[in-house]
């Protein structure tokens, strides 16, 4: 009786626990439909902020495209010709930071090394002693090696070497093609950011010039290189003028050619002004920057200091030679962080050739038949296009001739950039990264925007600028807490004289974003 009364009593049980949920769900589904009504208008609130700010007047002649991607759900906050190519600048460096950290990790190192080619008798290396450089842009930088010549002295003295009877070779044929990028202008050639990518550099290919007036109007102004040894052949008629009139400081050196011509004026009583310029002949400045060290340690160099330079080579050369010294970057994550920090092209567009010398390598190490010439950028690039193709990016949105993003030439569309960023999101390096990006309101490109912003210390992007162009990708994370990722491109402004600067409305953007409680 007592098991027959149990098992008519459970479809009774049941039945009861289906009315009370069902009871509870036809509850909630007022407040549900309630949270989905308030997070559907705080969406269309925010696509209408940011078409508001893209939509004023003063853009009617200029190309935004915008997109932007939750990386939690893969929902579409917001798009504006999200497919359209445009010229992305500096965000062109995520792109290289990809195949980097993809192809050759984050740990790797690149040498530096000494070679002898001759043989070493009693203390005398019979032959030229070789300074090889293999890409390494952080040589000299006082965050890395600023003692390299001094530690590639010592390390030659330890092997016995006292004297070398021949030439100091300074190499830096370990890159096949230009030293500077493809699409970079020729206006650009004389300034700091379009120093040349060189697989022996030094003190990232640059030297800073003090121009100061002379002590009354009349007499030549004063000009200081430092460091001193960079001094460029030059030709300087630049005169001291009378106080308070028009300066007129003119820097100018013809693409191609080493002297520097300084002309024009300037006032008398004015503080000095500074100007960092490209150094044209970086391996022969490393070779002699360490022709000075060896003497300082006791070694005497019969012959001179000489460059080697794509597309000349010297196989044989460096297939007799012999190790003598070697110093190291710092890792290649750590190399990536200061170029995305600082947007420093050198450092971007030499670890692009760094991935291509590895693709070549690769390529022949696999078979693969080797037709004509291909640069090392060139290899770098294919192996990038290939690498894209593989997270599902279709050729055509992204056309990249460079690694840097100088170029005029660099194309992609906000679509890319943004799935892009969700690739990276998903690697094990994320992290390293997201952190290597500049911070708003905290370093890098981005330390003196969007402070005291719901950005502030949130947005972790990458920052691009040119004439007519302001660009910014990267990662915010919104009120809600929902992870995006964005593309923000603006090409072909011209900023009228009482607007805003193009990368207030970008940021103006972006704090939305940091700002959304959808």
Known sequence: MTCNTK?????????????????????????????????????????????????????????????????????????????????????????????????????????????????????????????????????????????????????????????????????????????????????DLQ????????????????????????????????????????????????DTGAPHSHADINLWRAPGGDTLYAFGSMPSGQPPRHYRLAVTEPARLAGERLRRALAAHGVRVDGSVRTLHWPQRDAALLAQAQPLGEVLSPPLGEILARGLKRSQNLYLQNLLQVAGVRAQADAVAAGEPQAGFTSSADWALRALRQRLQRIGIAPGTVLLQEGSGLSRQDLATPATLVRLLQYLAAQPYAAQLRDALPVAGVDGTLQWRLRDTPAAGNVHAKTGSMTYVDCLAGYVTTAAGEHLAFAIMLNDYHRPDDAPRASADLDAIVELLAGFRG
């Open 7 to 187: 098992r008519t009593t459970r479809p009774r049980h049941r039945a009861i626990r289906a009315a009370v949920a069902l009871a509870a769900a036809i509850a909630i589904l007022p407040a549900a439909r309630g949270a989905d009504a308030r997070a559907s208008d705080a969406a269309q609130a925010l696509v209408a902020r940011i078409d508001a700010i893209i939509g004023q007047p003063r853009f009617d002649h200029a190309a935004w495209g915008i997109e932007v991607v939750s990386l939690d759900s893969g929902r579409q906050l917001y798009a504006h010709r999200a497919h359209r190519l445009l010229q992305p600048a500096s965000t062109a460096k995520l792109f290289t930071a990809a195949l980097v950290l993809d192809t050759l990790g984050a740990d790797d190192r690149i040498p530096t090394r000494l070679l002898g080619s001759g043989p070493l008798r009693h203390g005398r290396l019979d032959g030229p002693l070789i300074l090889y450089g293999m890409g390494d842009p952080t040589l000299g930088a006082a965050d890395a090696t600023p003692d390299w010549a001094e530690r590639l002295a010592t390390q030659l003295v330890a092997h016995g070497v006292r004297r070398v009877h021949g030439d100091l070779v300074a190499d830096d044929s370990y890159f096949a093609g230009p030293s500077i990028g493809a699409g970079w202008e020729a206006g």
């Open 191 to 238: 300034a700091w950011y379009a120093a040349p990518a060189s697989a022996l550099s030094v003190d990232e290919n640059t030297v800073t010039l003090t121009v100061s007036p002379g002590a009354r109007a009349g007499l030549p102004a004063r000009l200081a290189f430092e460091p001193a040894d960079a001094t460029p052949p030059l030709v300087d008629t630049l």
